[in-house]
T-cell receptor, first 113, second 114 residues
Framework: GNSVTQMEGPVTLSEEAFLTINCTYTATGYPSLFWYVQYPGEGLQLLLKATKADDKGSNKGFEATYRKETTSFHLEKGSVQVSDSAVYFCALISNQAGTALIFGKGTTLSVSS | GAGVSQSPSNKVTEKGKDVELRCDPISGHTALYWYRQSLGQGLEFLIYFQGNSAPDKSGLPSDRFSAERTGGSVSTLTIQRTQQEDSAVYLC????????????FGPGTRLTVT
């Protein structure tokens, strides 16, 4: 079945460090891929998305590239800030099979100054 | 404009009681989803409504769970005879349509079953 696997957290970084959160997926067909973020005490927000192979999603300095050959959608940011501390979820929708988002288990990022 | 709203924000109930959770989607969004977020299971899909089509109930964990959507807008998730394992944050989301459309999430209802 369809699934998303993302790296276990927590990830602890100093301000201005480089961030990578790995995400790989298993899906039939050609899924759309998403990163959602949940800041402390807030709801889930879409961070970025990509709907086809080689697309790059970007927002707020974060980027992720849809890699069909490696079934990956890794999240990166060149210089993290304390305000980036949150839980990050990788997710997919399989355009063939379904309608609901399938989420990874989430990665907690903690950035210290 | 207004986002997805959910009520109540917190609900504490005794085991065996029924609860109703409400979701008001973004106006004009035809698709509405319910998810559950718990420590052990992460984020799980529960049920999906699209327009006037029959809902996709494939994610409901048991027949104690049901949901309806009235007039293509407001939705209510009902849990009968609550159990402690039902304790979780219940999230509602809406979107313009199915598939790759962005889903906008509400703040959630935190349910605690004692």
């Amino acid at each position: 079945g369809n699934s998303v696997t993302q790296m276990e957290g927590p990830v602890t970084l100093s301000e201005e460090a480089f961030l990578t959160i790995n995400c790989t997926y298993t899906a039939t067909g050609y899924p759309s891929l998403f990163w959602y973020v949940q800041y402390p005490g807030e709801g889930l927000q879409l961070l970025l998305k990509a709907t086809k192979a080689d697309d790059k999603g970007s927002n707020k300095g974060f980027e992720a590239t849809y890699r069909k050959e490696t079934t990956s959608f890794h999240l990166e940011k060149g210089s993290v800030q304390v305000s980036d501390s949150a839980v990050y979820f990788c997710a997919l929708i399989s355009n063939q099979a379904g309608t609901a988002l399938i989420f990874g288990k989430g990665t907690t990022l903690s950035v210290s100054s | 404009g207004a986002g997805v709203s959910q009520s109540p924000s917190n609900k504490v109930t005794e085991k065996g009681k029924d609860v109703e959770l409400r979701c008001d989607p973004i106006s004009g969004h035809t698709a509405l989803y319910w998810y559950r977020q718990s420590l052990g299971q992460g984020l799980e899909f529960l049920i999906y409504f699209q327009g006037n089509s029959a809902p996709d109930k494939s994610g409901l964990p048991s027949d104690r769970f049901s949901a309806e959507r009235t007039g293509g807008s407001v939705s209510t998730l009902t849990i009968q005879r609550t159990q402690q394992e039902d304790s979780a944050v219940y999230l509602c989301a809406s979107s313009l349509g199915r598939g790759g459309w962005e889903q906008y999430f509400g703040p959630g209802t935190r349910l605690t079953v004692t």
